[in-house]
């Protein structure tokens, strides 16, 4: 066990939809991270957000975005969803910024888009 | 930006003989390096990282990887591999200083035959 959490575990939401995926860091961790990982692209890093802050963005389509709520849990917001959209959605988390730190995982959420 | 290949995307090896799995880079300097093991339906679990210091890191579960510079690799090895070891495993790469965010490889999927 990380001490990453992720909600909901798994969804299956129809195309166009919204849907939200939550993160709990570890404690103590200022820095979550969210990936995407699909059999295509592999793992791919969405953005990352420290102490509230968006710190860095990767390839985060504009119908996605995310923020770092004062308790340091984070949601990643998914709209106008499209088939390709279905993937496993990572969270992470490492105690600062990330220089030279570790950066721990959670399970994931499996989002599956019909 | 750093880059990461893993050229084998899958690895059969019999249980109780010895695994490496090829993970090269591409990055200006000396880089932050990582091995992640994700079994079915799970997150990535860190095997072990490389910062600065010995170039021969030991991890978790058995496993070492051997950081070389003049080669740019960072291979993973375990001299007995269990049936347990099946998983997907992840290099990754991370730049020294900025926002610092791990690109990670296409990941090698290990199977072992009994």
């Known amino acids: 066990d990380s001490g990453v959490t992720q909600t909901p575990k798994h969804l299956i939401t129809a195309t166009g939809q919204r849907v939200t995926l939550r993160c709990s860091p570890r404690s103590g961790d200022l820095s979550v991270y969210w990936y995407q990982q699909s059999l295509d692209q592999g793992l791919q890093f969405l953005i990352q957000?420290?102490?509230?802050?968006?710190?860095a963005k990767g390839n985060i389509l504009e119908r996605f975005s995310a923020q770092q709520f004062p308790d340091l849990h984070s949601e990643l917001n998914l709209s106008s969803l499209e088939l390709g959209d279905s993937a496993l959605y990572f969270c992470?988390?490492?105690?600062?910024?990330?220089?030279?730190?570790?950066?721990?995982f959670g399970e994931g959420s499996w989002l599956t888009v019909v | 930006a750093q880059s990461v290949t893993q050229p084998d995307i899958h690895i059969t090896v019999s249980e109780g003989a010895s695994l490496e799995l090829r993970c090269n880079y591409s990055?200006?300097?000396?880089?932050?390096l990582f091995w992640y093991v994700q079994s079915p339906g799970q997150g990535l679990q860190l095997l072990l990282k490389y910062f600065s210091g010995d170039t021969l890191v030991q991890g978790i579960k058995g496993f070492e990887a051997e950081f070389k510079r003049s080669q740019s690799s960072f291979n993973l090895r375990k001299p007995s591999v269990h049936w347990s070891d099946a998983a997907e495993y992840f290099c990754?790469?991370?730049?020294?200083?900025?926002?610092?965010?791990?690109?990670f490889g296409r990941g090698t999927s290990l199977i072992v035959h009994p």
């Open positions: 992470a988390s490492s105690v600062d910024r990330g220089n030279g730190n570790t950066i721990y």
């Open positions: 990754a790469v991370g730049a020294r200083g900025g926002s610092y965010i791990p690109t």
């Open positions: 957000y420290y102490n509230g802050e968006e710190r």
């Open positions: 990055y200006g300097a000396t880089p932050y």
